[in-house]
């Protein structure tokens, strides 16, 4: 058994590729999965001559990150060379940023384990992306496809102030909302948008030194990034315990067997010979840039949820799940109107449907949010219909399900079609709670000699009785009526 | 002896004319025909464009361009087996606009390989002979340009300078050079050696055959983020030939130097010819001078590491035969593309860049480049132009210093301040050591373009050393 007192000390650098229209610095578009090389413009694949310049837009983005995340946004960043020779990066070097990049000291704070705790962020820069390499395309040969040299990047490097693997998720998801908020990023993990890699390292017992570290990389999913942490956590424990020491290195995730295996290690590393590129100027923003950015800032996700809370009255933890993209929080604040004019007690059943059975759903089926076979103004429909006991809940997840298979366009429709409006008459109630009361004697006796809970059970009774239909509430209280 | 014609004669001629225009390039392709086998001036000649009598600045006028500039469709080699094979898909905008402005393209200039060179010999299309003396080097890395334009073949001609490329090939071949302000001239498709001090500019017979040529070519260009945003003034109606009033500095440190007697000669006297015209002469202290050599081989070798790390054999450009695995690819198509002369400088640029020793060189360079430039500011603070010679010595032989690379690099210990300093500076031929040609390097303020051509031409109305043609050539 590990020891439990040693602490694993964790940092994430996550690549986060700009949804610009066109790249860092070329006019070439940056969509994806055009034929190989169709993107790629002179100055993409490094033609003699040609010049970088660059896209204004991306400046803007990383402002907004820079804001996002309580950083400062540095007046003059300047854009470096970083050397190294590899077919799929046609320069010979990647323009990125060392020493001044254009965001530095920021923060997230990030729930996980029942404690939220605020992660640092030492720095984010700029950077174009490199090609592909297609090592299985042609027999004898790599090919080199450089559609994607050029995409605008920022590297967002957190402190090492992560402790578990779960937070380390939860951060890195935190970011992903953030990033999809600003609409910077479409947070594309199978296509590469969102890339983490992980420090990390162990130690053992009250220090402040850290452990050697290894680095994993490019780590696509967040279940993907907790196993890769968990594993090499465990793995470093177990070198240490056994004598050994950690290499610094880096290495890959392997999801097939759920391991990490070395990739090059520290003495293998490159001298990249950073220094400024003489093509590009600093890249000069000025506090009425800063400005302009703050105001055009949507809502973020952390005051987004704190409002959900307040104004729907909704818990925490559904706040927070409504909160992970813009468009699940849209949704929400749709269907939450349509429901009628009360947010704070038409908001907890709306989120419970989103939360619960719509969730579900999209879960089952592999949708998205805007995918979703039932609209907000739809879901908002249903809601209506329970809370002014036209249905019970129970018969509204019938009308859910017709909804979801499209057998109608409104909750209302589907009701009227089906006669499944809640029996308000009296006396039709009465009548099956005479009923049952006759069918139950024994029930009434032990619910007059003071188990007052058993009406639960008549209660239960006349809803079968009458197929759902009648008013529970109004059973209820017929109930205690005629026997209290 | 003939005097050659004006640009602005020839230009007008084309547009009250222009079959004139076509007769002038047949029979300037006819020249550089004959010439080929002496000089090597030429790396392709183009016979594409037979006229472009547009009505432009340039109407119709043959230049020819440093094999240095991408011209789209054509071969563009920058001198080198490494791009001995590239057809440039497009043209860079100097190219461009030469020829929006009705210039002519005969051909691609001879030229150091990667511009980096002062004797023309590093080019891997054979060296260029020297038209004032077959057996001497024309200077470089532009010599192509320079010895076409001296040798008659062409009218003007474009070139590049990084530390002297323009000046130091225009003085030992006798024709005007001017390297303008950085950021002057669009860099775009200009084939990078070292981007913060590579400048296009052209070379003619005179400054007032300089003007229009520069004017067609500067301007801002979307395309290169290093290029000013700022008007460009008509240069020829600058040529006002007064220079009555202005301040010449004479910077000591140049003078102190050692200078081959008859240049030193002929600069005194080009100097007392100044003085006539009115300009008053002071001495200059630039006490920094002597730090240029050393930054500038720290700071043009450390980029051109960088910049030429491109080349390397996957997707254009030579490629080895056969490569075992991908360090084979690298190593041999590099080792066998490029140069000994371009391999030296991408050797000691990855080293003043590798971790342990950038700060001692590279930081160090970029403090003491400032130095040199601060020297600059402070000159032009009391004086309007500068002038020194522009190279120690007339041409040398060829052979003579290829195999010694701190005496090559020593030709151009007058031309780099200006350079690292980033401000204009062109030399006009002022006289003769024996029979080979002295220039004189004038220097100005940043973007004072027009100042340094007016007082070159005030100088070439006293002088016919501009005029003069070599023996063979008239």
Redesign the interface.
Known sequence: MPDASWQPVIGLEIHIQLATASKIFSSAPTAYGAAPNSQASAVDIALPGVLPVINADVIRMAVRFGLAIDAEITPNSVFERKHYFYPDLPKGYQISQLALPIVTGGHLDVAAEDQTQRIGITRAHLEEDAGKSLHDAFDNATGIDLNRAGTPLIECVSQPDIRSAAQAAAYAKRLHTLVRYLGICDGNMAEGSFRIDANVSVRRGATDEFGTRTETKNVNSFRFLEQAINYEIERQIDVLESGGTITQETRLFDPDRGETRAMRSKEEAHDYRYFPDPDLLPVAITADDIEYERCRLPELPAAKAKRFERDYALATADANALTVNPETADYFETATAAAGDDPAALGRPTANWINGELASVLNREGLTIAEAPIRAGQLGGLVHRVADDTISGKIAKQVFDALVAGEGETADAIIEARGLKQITDTNEIAGYVDQVLAENPEQVEQYRAGKTKVVGYLVGQVMKASAGQANPKEVNQLIVDKIG | MSQPETIADIVSGHIASPDTAKERIQACHAKIERSQSQLNALISQDHSASNNANGGSLSGLPILHKDL??TDGQA?T?GSRM?AN?V???D?TVVSRLAKAGAVSLGKANMDEFAMGSSNETSYFGAVANPWDTSCVPGGSSGGSAAAVAAGLVPAATGTDTGGSIRQPAALCGVTGIKPTYGRVS??????F???LDQAGCFARSAADCAPVLGAMAGFD?????VADQPVPNYPAALTGDINGLTIGLPRQYFDAEVEAETARAIQTAIREFEALGAQVVDVDMPHTDLALSTYYIIAP??A??N???Y?G???GHRCENPTD?TDL?ERSRAEGFGREVQRRILTG?YV???GY?DAY?RKAQRTRRLIANDFQQAFESVDLLATPATPGPAFKLGSQIDNPTTMYANDVFTLPASLAGVPAMSVPAGFAGHLPVGLQLIGPWFEESRLLNAGHAFQQATDWHTRQPPGFE
């Open positions: 500039f991408c563009t920058a791009l590239f440039a898909p497009y860079a860099r775009f498709g200009m084939i990078a070292a981007s913060s979307p395309n290169d983020s290093t450390a980029e590491s960088s030429l790390a491109r390397d996957v997707r254009y991908l690298y990855a860049l590798s971790a950038y590279y």
